[in-house]
């Protein structure tokens, strides 16, 4: 893998990793289209950039995140049930790196979103704020976000909708969907690197460190913008993509 194609997956990477659309899914096509073979090391490519992008919240929500123990604590334990699957499956996760399994999950997805929305629109939204979401619905929300270990299914899109099933308003599902990615992704991504490091020359670290900036980069410019288009527009045009994009999967890749 050249430096330039290290920029380009960091740009998709960061514009992806908190659309609901699976940034894991958008860096495997892009990948194969690019002809970049999916070796150990460039899937903990994949992996590791994810960790500019979780540096962009920290950034984006640096008061928040250094002022509010409550909201770490909360934090903490919707990252239990990830954290725990997470370790026990390692193995079998690393397996599912298919593009026939994200093709999959990203047209089921993409169902789910639309249909969510047709039930968010009768629902009562209790949750409104960071502040108002208790420790049990934090639970569940990490219950949800395990479900995103499946290639495709999108972490910020499964604890997003799971935030939607709970009652939290379109922005407040969004923002703990990206401040749950801190814990989350600093784990995930440390301990692959950890397990695969071996696989890593010094040409890997190098596209490695350039695509880990380009996604912290645009990863800001993508959370900017899908607060601002949540305040006027619903998920069902990602929803849409989604379908759009497994159906893409499946021409190319069959």
Known sequence: MTVWESVLLGIIEGLTEFLPVSSTGHLILASHLLGIKQTEAHKTFEVAIQLGSILAVVFLYREKLFKDVQLWKKLIVAFIPTGILG??????????????????????????FILIEKFYRRQTHTVRSLDDISYTKAFLIGVFQSLAMIP???????????????????????EFSFLLAVPTMFVA????????????????WITLGTGFFTAFVF??????????????HTFVPFGIYRIILGVLFFLFFL
Do not use: C, W
């Not at 950890?194 to 020359?201: C, E, P, R, S, T």
């Not at 990863?219 to 006027?232: D, G, M, S, Y």
């Open 87 to 112: 370790f026990l499956l390692y193995k079998i996760i690393k397996s599912l790196f298919s593009p026939y399994v994200v093709a999959f999950m990203l047209i089921l997805g993409g169902i789910v």
């Open 152 to 174: 495709g299914t999108s972490r910020s899109g499964a604890t997003i909708i799971g935030g939607l099933l709970l009652g939290f308003d379109r922005k407040t599902a969004a």
């Open 189 to 204: 991504t440390g301990y692959d690197v950890f397990k695969n490091y071996h696989h890593f020359q010094i040409e890997n």
């Open 219 to 232: 990863a800001v410019i993508a959370i900017k913008f899908f607060l601002n288009f949540l305040k006027k």
